[in-house]
C-alpha cells in the first residue's frame, strides 16, 4: 500500500509475497522430515478484509467465505473457489488440463482450486491448478451496512449464508458485542450434523449496530368486569 495507491494490486502483491514465504518455509520443513515420506506440503485458504475510509476491499481464496448483513439480510460477497462450486475455476481448471477426481479434488489432492502452500516437494512448484491469486470485491459502506462475517469452510459446511448471519445479529441486537456474535456463529455450527468435522472459524467486524430488541415492557394487570350467570 506504501507503493501504490491501487488496493486491489497492493492486495494480490501481499498475497502472492505471502505464498512464497510460506511455500519456502513449508518446503524445508518437508525435506527436514526423515520419519516419513511427504510428498506435498500443507497449506491454507484465507479472507482478509481492508476497510479503508468508506470502502471496504475482500481478498479471498479457496473456500473460506464473507457475507455482508445488509439490514438483516446475508450477501455473500466471495467466490468459493472449487471446482464443485465454481463453474470459472472449473472452466480454469479444464484449459489447464487438470484433472479433478469425483470427489471434486484437484489433481487428487485438494478440495480447493486457490490456497496459500500447498507446494509439490519433488518439482518445488505448486499443485497443478492451484493458485494463490486472490479475488477482490469492494463494497462501499452505507448506513444499511450492518456488519461483515467472515468464516472458514467448517461454518460454511454446516450452515447457509442466512443461517449463519442470524445468529450473529441476534447477539448484536442484543448489545452483546462482535466477539459474542462470532461465538453464536461457532455455537449453531457445531450443533449441525457435521459440525464437528471441519476447523471453524469466524470473524465479525460491525459498522453499523443493528436495532437492539425491544425491551419486554411490564404488563398491567386490569380487573375483569362483573360478569352475569347464564
Excluded at 20 to 33: C, G, P, T, Y
Excluded at 97 to 108: L, S
Excluded at 167 to 181: F, I, K, N, S
Aim: glycine letters at 6%; one cysteine or more; a negative charge.
Amino acid at each position: 500500500l506504501k507503493d501504490t495507491e491501487d488496493v486491489d494490486s497492493a492486495l494480490r502483491a501481499a498475497f502472492l509475497a505471502l505464498d512464497a514465504e510460506v511455500s519456502e518455509i513449508l518446503l524445508e520443513e518437508a525435506e527436514a522430515e526423515e520419519t516419513k515420506s511427504v510428498s506435498i506440503t500443507s497449506g491454507t485458504t484465507a479472507c482478509i478484509a481492508l476497510w479503508k475510509g468508506s470502502e471496504l476491499f475482500i481478498a479471498n481464496f479457496g473456500d473460506c467465505r464473507a457475507v455482508i448483513s445488509m439490514g438483516g439480510t446475508a450477501e455473500a460477497v466471495t467466490t468459493d473457489h472449487a471446482p464443485e462450486k465454481s463453474a470459472e475455476e472449473a472452466k480454469r481448471l479444464k484449459e489447464m488440463k487438470v484433472t479433478v477426481d469425483r470427489d471434486g479434488y484437484v489433481g487428487g489432492h485438494l478440495a480447493v482450486s486457490r490456497a496459500l502452500g500447498d507446494v509439490c516437494v519433488e518439482t518445488k512448484e505448486k499443485v497443478p491448478g492451484v493458485i494463490a491469486l486472490p479475488e477482490i470485491t469492494k463494497i462501499d459502506i452505507d448506513g444499511q451496512t450492518e456488519f461483515l462475517l467472515m468464516a472458514s469452510d467448517g461454518v460454511w459446511d454446516c450452515l447457509k449464508n442466512q443461517h449463519a448471519l442470524a445468529p450473529a445479529r441476534r447477539a448484536l441486537r442484543q448489545v452483546l458485542g462482535p466477539e459474542a456474535a462470532a461465538a453464536q456463529v461457532i455455537k449453531a455450527a457445531a450443533a449441525m450434523p457435521m459440525g464437528k468435522a471441519d476447523n471453524s472459524s469466524v470473524q465479525v467486524v460491525v459498522f453499523n449496530m443493528p436495532e437492539p430488541l425491544p425491551k419486554r415492557g411490564q404488563i398491567r394487570q386490569a380487573a375483569l368486569p362483573n360478569m352475569r350467570g347464564a
